[in-house]
């Protein structure tokens, strides 16, 4: 029953995410790449819940510890308040600004002038999603975290907020590409005094191929940014040397395309990863050495 629910919430999701109006030859062309895409994850999605389990079915106790206490942690939050007044500030930003869009293109927006309030409606992390990742944040305590893909930075405040909870100096690397976007975030992140962002406009390549990186490490690595299989790849390959034992990567989109779903098989099959837990947005990626290598496919 729950498994139905989920599946009918999720395919009025993504009809409402693809109802744009055709009103010219390229409008149609996006309609039908945003069709397609729909029913790929449709598919993707109805499969992920056949094989998804919840914790009674898990028998690591790092795993099952993980989903108990953060993952199905239920318990209202008082940061929650901040992050909606944070993603309802975006809502309410009547600007438009000229984008940038150095990944995989997008299957909503028609044009590269795109309102502020529309991006986050549509293109920034959900609720429910931002309210994980706190509670990630602030159940692994990380003291230096990487973000891939600032956008407006609703994500970046989730992993901000959490984050001021640990008892440890933070300091949190996020990236955009785009330096119009780049602006809008800094500017709202500065608002809510996030001062421990260094928001940082680049080309993700070039800031991974500096020689700098490899004598850096990451305790979270959030990667939001291109999500096409060769970059995911190419950014993971170029980010493998700075893991520690405790390293923790979460992959956004890992069904969005089947391209994507490559990636992620690459990814599991690494010799250097050892747990992985699919929770369909997300694909979380641990290199314990002393897990033995298991993947865990859960709801969330």
Known sequence: MIKKKCARRFISYLFLKTSLKISNFHSYLCVTEAIKNMLFQIKSYLTFLWHSKNEHAVHSPFVFTLITKCFYDKKPKEDYLLLEKYRQSLLENTSTIEVSDFGAGSLVFKSNTRAVAQIAKTAGISVKRAQLLYRI???????????????????????????????????????????????????????????????????FDSYLKNDKIDATSYDLIYFDGNHSEKATLAYFELLIPTITNDSVWIFDDIHWSADMEAAWETIKQHPKVTVTIDTYQWGLVFFRREQPKEHFIIRT
């Open 137 to 203: 944040s602030v159940y692994f305590q990380f003291k230096s975290i990487l973000e891939i893909g600032t956008s407006l930075g609703l994500a970046t405040s989730a992993l901000a907020l959490g984050s001021k909870l640990t008892e440890n100096e933070v300091k949190i690397t996020t990236l955009e590409g785009c330096p119009n976007t780049m602006a809008v975030a800094k500017n709202q992140l500065q608002q809510f005094k996030f001062d421990h962002v260094d928001c940082i406009t680049t080309q």
